[in-house]
Every structure is written in structure tokens, then in C-alpha cells.
């Protein structure tokens, strides 16, 4: 957190460098009164790790952004393993593809079915419990089935090579009872397949009761005819009661979907399994690189200074805060510092697994209520924040208010008149983002897909007469665990058209609109009243 004094962020005296360290001692400025440094619960958000950037940039064309800025990147703890929930249908495929992925990815494959007959093969008191309830043509109890995972889990081989979680959990009350114990994989793969291949596969199915080996009349059919002979249909694979199964398949995927919604991916499974393992293994090798994202620090690159060179050499290279804000319009160069410095925030409290989230910056051309607010600076933020989120394989719909009210009360607040057309016709890059991982939307509860990823609403606001939290509750609620990320949001009770303050649920629309914590926050001190000249910042 930085309460800043900052020498003249606005006039012609000032240093070379267009950047100013608030921590610099030449301010000839009073100092912010205490009063008005930020509550502490920014700091944890954005001040999770320190990074320092040499302004050197090399002309290497080869090399890392890191080093191209006179930075290395070291891995700061050692790297958390890959852990991993599969669920598929019957039939779908879920047993082969959890053999390809332990045998690429080396992680400990957990299944229930397994722990449950080895638990009452070894007479434990678990398993002798659990064997209780199966001679009795009963369930066996979601606590005696968590208390097995979970024992498994704390195997030390599971903690070092990561685990794969196999048709678990199965129901609302095991998945919560896991995040109750802090145990959430990072990916979520669903196997999708067709009911009606499904229950082909399934009928088709044949069992060898010589050697156990499942085949298949047409998909996988026996090496002999000596083996076809002796083959054997399971009892379990009658049309009736795969159609059953199926039904509490979906019953039982629908109930859970909720906890895992902002990690799941689905897998097309009706194709062969060389293709659906190959979606698959992109899926989870983009996972374990974000992961390795997540504990890397950047360091600068003069390894032989002693620690307290280093902090001093850090302090030193840091560019600070721009300078010359009331410059406008802004240079590129100060708003690209910002767009960088949000993204970065973002970006780690996403990482954090914070799924309510806004950014409140400022800056006089974000700031409406000055005349030399610019909508285009706005967008570039927006369109920044989605594709970096786009490149990592996130699907991301960035969203903007339509029109609200009806008859001669329609319209929609100034700010955001015509940005749902700016963002159509922006420059989206040369891969086609747009209409791909980036989508354009408004909203509301229906603009969820559930392909979506995560949300950026575009400065959402009340507008007199008219009310935005109903339709954001809405949404946030059809978005579950997925991220949303407000920009410059404006949410405070305004008059009805009536020029009467709305106080029908106003307590529960204030305590909606407190909901979203602060992942950026940066504003401009001026002295009371005023907008020039300015005094400090708070970051």
C-alpha cells in the first residue's frame, strides 16, 4: 500500500525521469495525513509479492520480456504438483483416459471403487465400516467415503507427484465436505459424450471371466475366436439400467457443477481416444504452467549483490508513479504503466482465486467527472485485461449495460454511450480473439454461458431512475465461483425518476454493491474542493 507525497505530479519542475518514486525524500510537499492511507485489506491483494524492473531494456529479439528488462525469473518456493478431478458417464472412455494421463503426467490415480476394496480387503476400520453398509445392499455414507479420500490424499506420495481424483466427489455434500478441507483440484476435465453412444458402448460391452478384460462386439472386438466364445455380457449393462445410471450420472454431475463451475472443462470424449487425450494433456500442461506462474518471483538479475544491495538496487530501478498526470492527453507511456499495473493486480487476485473483484483507478482520463475524460482509455484497459486473460486460455465476455427503463425513461447512462460498439470494432489482434475467447456482451443472468470463464463489466452504474444491482446480482449468481471483475464500477443509490431516493431494499443493494473486493484501487489528492493542483496519490 502507498500513501504517496509526490513533488508535483502535475508541473514542469520536475525530475528527468517521468516517473517518481513516492518514497522519495525530495518531495517538498506535506505528506497525506494518516487518515488517508488506504484500510489494510488492499495490501494482501496487490502487494503480494514485490517486483522490481530495471529500466534498461536489451535489443535482444530472442529474448524474454524478463530479460529484455535486465530481469531473471527464479522460482521463489518449490512448485505445488498437479491436482486433477476426471468425471465422465459410464462408458465414456474416463478408465483409458486415466491411465494415458498418469502415465504422461506421473500423478497418483484415486478412485473411490478402488479404496473402497482395498480398505475391506485390508479389514481397516474404515473399510469395515464401509463393508457394513455394501453386505447391507446399501450406499456407503459420504463421511466414511471423504474420510478414505482424504486419507489417501495425505499420502506423501499424492503430495509430492500430485493426485487424479477419479469419479469423486459425486454429490453436493462430498464436494463441499472437500472444500471444506481446503482439497480443490485445479482443473476440473469432464468427459461429454452422447447418451446414445454411451448406451452402444455400454450393451456392445462384453466381459472375459478368464482373464477380466472388458471388449467391445464392434469398438473392440476379441483377438480370437476361442476368446469371442467365452465372452459374457456384464448384468449391469442392460439398456434399462445404463439408461438409470446415466440419469444419476446427471443428476448427481448437475449438483456439484456449482463448486467447480469456474475450473471445469468439458472434453468432446466421441472421438478416439489418441484425440480426446490429446485435449487433454494441452489442457493440463497449460494448467501446471500456471501453476508454476503462481510461485515464480522476479528478481533482478545482478545475483552477486548481497541482500541489502538488492533492496537498495530495487528501490532504485523502481519507476514509481508517473509524473505529469495533468498532461492531456496522457502519453503512451503513462497509460501503458497503468494498464500494466492493473493487469498485474488482476491478474494475481484471479490467481488467488477471488471471484469478486473491481478496480477503481482515477487517473484524469478515467475519471468522469472531469472534462477531459477519455472513453478510448477506458476501453484499452478493458481490451488489455481480456486478451492477457485470453492468452492463458480463459474464455472471457466482457459485458456492458444496455439500455435501461422503458418509454421516454430508456436510455443509459453518458459514460457508456456507444462503447458496446467500440468494443465490436476495436482491434482485437491478429489471432482472432474476438468471437473466440473474447466475446462481447451485456448484463444480466442470460449473457452466462457456460462456456464463459470469467466477466469484466464494463463501468457498471446506476442511472437516475433506473437500478444496475438488480440485473448484476443476477448475473453474478448464474456465474457461481466464475470470476467477475467490475471496471470503475458506480454503484451508489441515486434518485428514482420521481427525484426521491430509493430506500425499497436499499440496505441489501449497498451491502451487494460491498461485495466486490478491491483487487487495484488508485486515486489523485487534490486540496478540498478542487482538482488542481495535484497533491499525492494513493495506490
Not at 443493494?509 to 487534490?526: D, G, I, K, T, V
Request: glycine share 6%; with cysteine.
Amino acid at each position: 500500500m502507498l500513501p504517496a507525497s509526490l513533488s508535483s505530479l502535475h508541473s514542469t519542475n520536475v525530475r528527468t525521469s517521468p516517473y517518481l518514486s513516492p518514497l522519495s525524500s525530495s518531495s517538498s510537499l506535506p505528506s497525506p495525513s494518516p487518515s488517508l492511507s488506504l484500510a489494510p485489506s488492499f495490501s494482501h491483494l496487490h502487494h503480494r509479492r514485490l517486483v522490481s524492473f530495471n529500466t534498461v531494456r536489451g535489443n535482444n529479439p530472442l529474448a524474454t520480456k524478463a530479460e529484455r528488462r535486465g530481469l531473471s525469473v527464479t522460482c521463489a518456493s518449490t512448485c505445488e504438483p498437479l491436482k486433477v478431478m476426471i468425471s465422465g458417464a459410464p462408458a465414456s472412455g474416463k478408465g483409458t483416459q486415466c491411465e494415458l494421463i498418469v502415465q504422461k503426467f506421473g500423478l497418483v490415480h484415486i478412485s473411490t471403487g478402488d479404496l473402497l476394496r482395498a480398505e475391506v480387503s485390508t479389514g481397516s476400520e474404515i473399510g469395515n465400516k464401509a463393508k457394513e453398509f455394501m453386505n447391507a445392499g446399501q450406499l456407503v455414507p459420504d463421511e466414511i467415503v471423504t474420510a478414505m479420500v482424504t486419507a489417501r490424499l495425505s499420502h506423501e506420495d499424492a503430495k509430492t507427484k500430485g493426485w487424479l481424483l477419479d469419479g469423486y466427489p459425486r454429490s453436493f455434500a462430498q464436494a463441499q465436505s472437500l472444500e471444506n478441507l481446503k482439497i480443490r483440484p485445479d482443473v476440473y476435465v469432464v468427459l461429454d459424450v452422447p447418451d446414445e453412444i454411451l448406451i452402444d458402448r455400454c450393451v456392445g460391452r462384453r466381459l472375459d471371466p478368464e482373464t477380466g478384460k472388458i471388449y467391445h462386439l464392434t469398438n473392440f472386438p476379441p483377438e480370437t475366436e476361442e476368446i469371442k466364445a467365452r465372452l459374457v455380457p456384464r448384468p449391469d449393462d442392460t439398456e434399462e439400467k445404463v439408461k438409470s445410471r446415466l440419469e444419476i450420472y446427471k443428476q448427481n454431475a448437475k449438483a456439484i457443477l456449482s463448486t467447480y463451475a469456474n475450473i471445469t472443462k468439458k472434453i468432446d470424449g466421441n472421438r478416439p481416444k489418441e484425440m480426446v487425450f490429446a485435449d487433454i494433456e494441452s489442457l493440463l500442461s497449460q494448467a501446471k504452467r500456471e501453476k508454476m506462474k503462481k510461485t515464480t518471483a522476479v528478481k533482478p538479475v545482478h545475483e552477486h549483490k548481497s541482500q541489502s544491495n538488492q533492496a537498495s538496487s530495487s528501490q532504485d530501478n523502481w519507476k514509481g508513479i508517473p509524473t505529469r498526470l495533468n498532461n492531456i492527453p496522457h502519453s503512451r507511456e503513462i497509460r501503458n504503466y497503468f494498464y500494466d499495473d492493473v493487469l498485474q493486480a488482476t491478474q494475481r487476485a484471479v490467481n488467488d482465486g477471488r471471484t469478486r473483484l473491481k478496480v477503481e483507478i482515477n487517473i484524469p482520463e478515467l475519471n468522469p467527472e472531469m472534462d477531459v475524460y477519455r472513453i478510448g482509455t477506458l476501453m484499452e484497459l478493458v481490451r488489455v485485461i481480456a486478451l492477457s486473460f485470453a492468452d492463458d486460455g480463459k474464455r472471457v465476455k466482457v459485458c456492458v449495460q444496455g439500455s435501461m427503463g422503458e418509454g421516454a425513461l430508456a436510455g443509459m447512462p453518458l459514460q457508456l454511450a456507444g462503447t458496446r460498439r467500440i468494443l465490436e470494432f476495436m482491434d482485437w489482434g491478429d489471432y482472432g480473439a474476438k468471437g473466440t475467447f473474447v466475446e462481447i456482451g451485456s448484463i444480466g443472468a442470460n449473457e452466462v454461458d457456460e462456456q464463459d470463464d470469467m466477466f469484466i463489466l464494463v463501468a457498471p452504474q446506476n442511472a437516475v431512475g433506473n437500478c444496475i444491482i438488480d440485473d448484476m446480482k443476477a448475473m453474478t449468481d448464474a456465474a457461481g465461483t466464475r470470476p467477475v471483475i467490475l471496471i470503475n464500477p458506480r454503484l451508489k443509490d441515486l434518485p428514482g425518476s420521481s427525484g426521491i431516493m430509493q430506500t425499497m431494499g436499499r440496505d441489501k443493494r449497498l451491502e451487494y454493491a460491498a461485495s466486490f473486493e478491491n483487487c487495484y484501487f488508485f486515486r489523485l489528492l487534490y486540496y478540498a474542493g478542487t482538482q488542481y493542483p495535484i497533491m499525492g496519490a494513493l495506490r
